[in-house]
């Protein structure tokens, strides 16, 4: 089937929630956080809410649905977008800006000793050190270097980048949530058969634990691709068409091959259904599989991708930080 996106060009926003369900048992295990363990709220009609994935957490899913971990390499659909590979001292793959957090702002990508994407984006972004930020500028920079931080958002915090100005926000974002949630409490044993009375400080002995774990009637994953806002970069309708394609097929390959959250949270899809526009349905993966190497070539042809599409940087350990106004330059080593 082609792809067909003609129902989005002119709304602002993609909405759609997809229902799980655990894949067996009733049982799951959110997210924790530090110091907080689980996020339980209270909803607008007071019932008992569980966040069962940030927005945080999502981001970072939907960007590894993409990669593949075996081959070190995009998945096949997605072969020639542009992303900053890292290396180590002997060029043995080290992370690139698909799989770190903060994308191209990773600090193996610009805190290195070998700075050659921190020259680029100075040079490239030099004439935004006073006044507003050009955001079309900066949208075609990331586009050129790393497709993915469009879709994601990026902050680039570095003083000698605009001044430390220069973000995008997420375009597509998610988070999964629970009502009604309700505590399933339970726990066990580590059990050592040679000594039970050991030092359990040094990992000996037996050690009882307890865990909470919940149910919940309603589990629903939501999530938001704002299409004024890929608009608003001005790539151009076969960039916009790209991103777009990129968007759903990390939505429908996460809701199809990345519900396995953690051990003890694995979860499955009960329905679709897409808030807005009314009448749109989200594409097949094969349809989009299909598709996306067609609109990646497209967007190549105008000159919009950087070559070779991977740029290399070696991680050599950080680079020194300059010395401080003030402050006497460090001795030679």
């Avoid at 607008?44 to 945080?56: K, T, Y």
């Avoid at 058969?193 to 909470?212: I, K, M």
């Avoid at 001005?234 to 960039?239: N, Q, R, S, T, Y």
């Avoid at 899809?269 to 094969?286: D, I, K, Q």
Wanted: a negative charge; one cysteine or more.
């Amino acid at each position: 089937m082609t792809l067909d996106l003609s129902a989005l060009a002119n709304t602002p926003r993609l909405l759609m929630e997809a229902r799980l369900r655990p894949v067996q048992g009733s049982r799951f295990q959110p997210t924790g956080f530090p110091d907080l363990g689980a996020a339980v709220y209270d909803g607008p009609d007071g019932s008992r809410m569980l966040l069962v994935e940030s927005a945080q957490s999502m981001a970072n899913r939907l960007e590894t649905a993409c990669w593949n971990g075996a081959d070190d390499s995009w998945e096949s659909p997605l072969e020639g977008l542009p992303f900053v590979k890292v290396v180590d001292k002997d060029g043995k793959f080290l992370t690139n800006s698909v799989l770190e957090a903060h994308r191209i702002n990773s600090p193996y990508i610009l805190e290195g000793k070998d700075t050659t994407v921190l020259e680029m984006l100075k040079a490239e972004l030099a004439d935004m050190e006073e006044g507003a930020v050009d955001i079309r500028k900066l949208a075609r920079v990331l586009l050129r270097y790393d497709a993915n931080a469009l879709l994601h958002g990026v902050f680039l915090a570095k003083s000698d980048l605009a001044g430390g100005r220069l973000r995008l926000p997420r375009a597509l974002s998610a988070f999964i949530e629970a009502e009604d949630a309700k505590v399933a409490q339970n726990g066990g044993v580590k059990n050592d058969h040679v000594n039970p009375s050991g030092d359990t400080a040094r990992g000996f002995g037996n050690v009882p634990f307890s865990r909470d774990e919940y149910t919940s009637p309603k589990i629903t994953a939501y999530f938001n691709l704002d299409l004024a806002q890929i608009r608003g970069f001005g790539l151009g309708e076969a960039a916009e068409h790209l991103l777009v394609a990129l968007a759903l097929y990390k939505i429908r390959r996460f809701l199809e091959r990345g519900l396995r959250l953690r051990t003890a949270c694995d979860l499955g899809v009960e329905a679709l259904h897409v808030g807005r526009p009314a009448g749109f349905a989200l594409p097949e993966l094969s349809t989009l599989e299909a598709a996306l190497p067609g609109l990646i070539a497209a967007v190549a042809a105008q000159g919009l991708f950087a070559e070779p599409r991977a740029t290399v940087v070696k991680w050599e350990g950080a680079a020194k930080k300059p010395a401080k106004k003030g402050e006497a330059e460090p001795a030679a080593e």
